[in-house]
């Protein structure tokens, strides 16, 4: 409240953020300590049926399923803010291959321990879990194949 007693509007972008639940959900996830052995590249498919890119890109630019675009930019025209905590996903396609995208979203601690990419497929080495999510992954097995299959035709940098 303002000292006249109207409400201060919240811009727009606030609107369109993702609920704070969701967020929290997420970096609650990041909390996560390093597991040891962890295969840097996971080259075959989760679920032995190929991804559908467009199903992967609907997962990847909606703010409240996938997430990504709370930190990663990318060739999503319809979010006027994308976040700039990580890389860019244009390009990824070209960057790295299949398996190791695989890897990436599924457990993104196999590449850094320290990073604050949630594990998508993952429940082992969390910390920090509401108890309503323990054993859950955020994305599903097909989830994943299908981001992938997106992912990988990112292949031009466009930044």
């Not at 007693?5 to 369109?16: C, D, H, I, Q």
């Not at 080259?43 to 032995?48: R, Y």
């Not at 960057?95 to 601690?109: K, N, P, Y």
Request: proline share 9%.
């Amino acid at each position: 409240m303002r000292e006249t007693g109207m409400p201060v509007s919240r811009p727009k972008a606030l609107a369109e953020r993702a609920p704070i639940r969701t967020v929290a959900r997420a970096l609650a996830c990041c909390a996560a300590t390093a597991v040891p052995g962890l295969a840097q590249e996971m080259p075959h498919s989760l679920t032995g049926t190929p991804g559908d890119p467009e199903r992967g890109r609907a997962i990847v630019a909606e703010p409240t399923r996938g997430l990504c675009v709370l930190c990663h930019a990318g060739p999503f025209p319809e979010h006027r803010f994308m976040g700039n905590l990580a890389p860019p996903l244009d390009g990824v396609g070209s960057r790295l291959t299949i398996g190791e995208l695989r890897a990436q979203i599924v457990d993104s601690r196999r590449r850094n321990p320290d990073t604050i990419m949630p594990p998508f497929h993952a429940t082992s080495g969390l910390s920090n879990v509401g108890a309503r999510w323990q054993g859950e992954t955020i994305l599903t097995a097909q989830d994943v194949e299908d981001v992938v299959a997106y992912l990988v035709t990112l292949t031009e940098e466009t930044r």
